[in-house]
């Protein structure tokens, strides 16, 4: 294995050359592009407050490809071979009425650790960012609803992602600020980049080698506490190690306008949208999650002034919190509907669109009110493998960890179980 040194001196090598494919060189920002095959990618979109019950759900008893769509999916009709339901599914460890995507990826168990009060564990997009994301600048990226945007109905997290250590990752929540990451240039002469890096560096090996010398000694619950303190140094320096990998090298001309400031509610949504088909195609990334809005914010722009808890609650009194539930249901599968059809005129290099080499979750850990089973999931694209266009019914509570280690499969990521997952979901394999 060649050391730090070396290896930047071949990289610095690398781009002083053209970058010969008869040669066996693929560029880094452009690998969708050169390669015969168009590589895989995952997306998930999430949102809290779940559907409207009666109005977003398919009738359990018409399955397979002639089920009616229900008034709230009906703006995807156009669609529809495009995605299948998949009702039945839930977290069987869910407690939270209203943490709509703190466990939605995971499958965790809140009180899965004595002594802690609040504990989670990878998310699936994390397991397939370790995987796929080995030959994108970002190895994942996380989208956040805007800060205008309050009272969203997600619980706790700092996206929707997890890392190994189950703890939170961080996103980004201004579509401004997602552009300039994906495609604005840092123009900072080089030697400086790698001279920053290095003193990042220096301070994580003098950090790491005082947490060592404070292992003598301690108790276990300390040491356990310790190791998490050093995955999270080991975490950085892989970072670290990526951002060497790419200094030098140009991010992609971006295909799409900067966007201007400002924007919130569902114009935000459409341009978060525009965004992650951006980023998938100049491969800058093969894993996308959003945590939705659903919040305040959101339901003002779509002409709803209910407050979003309440509208959760629609049961009760009905009225206009049903009508601006279900409001919100159709404004969602419109968006969808625009993004499903942005993707599939989206041509990769072969001649086939980014649809087809991509598997798209839309759902939430939240079907309705604190209702925690069957679980809204509704899965699309042709990257992974799956039945589209069929109202599918899975035995009840099967574990929606199920569905995502199905997917981490379908779409090249090496994992033999997920979460809770009790072994793929064969039912939604085509």
């Known amino acids: 294995m060649t050391n730090r040194r070396q290896f930047l001196q071949s990289s610095k090598a690398l781009i002083a050359l053209p970058f010969l494919e008869s040669l066996?060189?693929?560029?880094?920002?452009?690998?969708?592009n050169s390669a015969k095959t168009p590589p895989e990618r995952l997306v998930f979109l999430g949102f809290g407050w779940g559907v409207t019950d009666e109005s977003w759900v398919p009738d359990r008893s018409t399955t397979g490809p002639d089920y009616v769509l229900p008034p709230g999916l009906k703006p995807l009709e156009a669609h529809k071979s495009d995605f299948s339901i998949v009702q039945g599914m839930w977290n069987q460890f869910s407690v939270e009425g209203h943490a709509?995507?703190?466990?939605?990826?995971?499958?965790?168990?809140?009180?899965?650790?004595?002594?802690?009060?609040?504990?989670?564990?990878?998310?699936?997009?994390?397991?397939?960012?370790?995987?796929?994301?080995?030959?994108?600048?970002?190895?994942?990226?996380?989208?956040?609803?805007?800060?205008?945007?309050?009272?969203s109905g997600h619980g706790e997290g700092l996206s929707m992602?997890?890392?190994?250590?189950?703890?939170?990752?961080?996103?980004?929540?201004?579509?401004?600020?997602?552009y300039h990451r994906l495609f604005s240039n840092d123009d900072t002469p080089i030697e400086e980049q790698k001279a920053r890096l290095a003193q990042k560096r220096s301070v994580l090996d003098t950090v790491m080698e005082n947490a060592r010398s404070m292992r003598r000694g301690l108790g276990r619950d300390d040491n356990e506490k310790l190791e998490e303190y050093f995955q999270s140094i080991r975490d950085?320096?892989?970072?670290?190690?990526?951002?060497?990998?790419?200094?030098?090298?140009p991010r992609p001309g971006a295909p799409l306008s900067e966007p201007r400031?400002?924007?919130?509610g569902k114009e935000e949504v459409r341009l978060m949208y525009d965004l992650l088909v951006a980023a998938f195609q100049t491969d800058s990334t093969r894993v996308i999650t959003y945590?939705?809005?659903?919040?305040?914010?959101?339901?003002?722009?779509?002409?709803?002034?209910?407050?979003?808890?309440?509208?959760?609650?629609?049961?009760?009194?009905r009225g206009e919190k049903l009508a601006a539930s279900q409001k919100r249901?159709?404004?969602?599968?419109?968006?969808?509907a625009g993004l499903i059809e942005k993707l599939k005129s989206t041509r990769e290099a072969d001649g086939s669109s980014l649809f087809d080499h991509l598997a798209l979750v839309y759902g939430s850990n939240i079907r309705t009110g604190h209702e925690l089973h069957n679980c809204?999931?509704?899965?699309?694209?042709?990257?992974?493998?799956?039945?589209?266009?069929?109202?599918?019914?899975v035995p009840d509570e099967t574990p929606l960890c199920n569905a995502w280690l199905t997917l981490l499969q379908g779409v090249g990521v090496k994992a033999e179980r997920h979460g809770d997952s009790t072994g793929v979901l064969k039912q939604i394999l085509a």
């Open 24 to 32: 066996g060189f693929t560029r880094f920002s452009s690998a969708a």
């Open 236 to 249: 950085i320096e892989t970072r670290i190690g990526k951002d060497e990998t790419w200094i030098g090298v």
């Open 100 to 151: 709509g995507s703190t466990w939605w990826l995971s499958g965790a168990n809140k009180f899965g650790q004595p002594g802690q009060s609040m504990h989670n564990s990878i998310s699936a997009d994390q397991v397939a960012a370790e995987q796929l994301g080995m030959h994108t600048r970002f190895s994942s990226l996380q989208l956040n609803p805007g800060k205008a945007d309050t009272n």
């Open 261 to 264: 400031g400002g924007m919130a």
């Open 329 to 336: 249901d159709r404004t969602n599968s419109a968006m969808l």
């Open 161 to 178: 992602a997890w890392d190994r250590n189950g703890k939170p990752v961080a996103g980004l929540d201004d579509p401004v600020q997602v």
């Open 291 to 317: 945590r939705q809005p659903s919040g305040q914010g959101y339901m003002e722009s779509i002409g709803a002034k209910v407050h979003p808890h309440d509208m959760s609650h629609y049961h009760s009194t």
């Open 376 to 393: 809204p999931t509704l899965l699309a694209g042709g990257g992974a493998g799956i039945k589209l266009g069929e109202n599918i019914v």
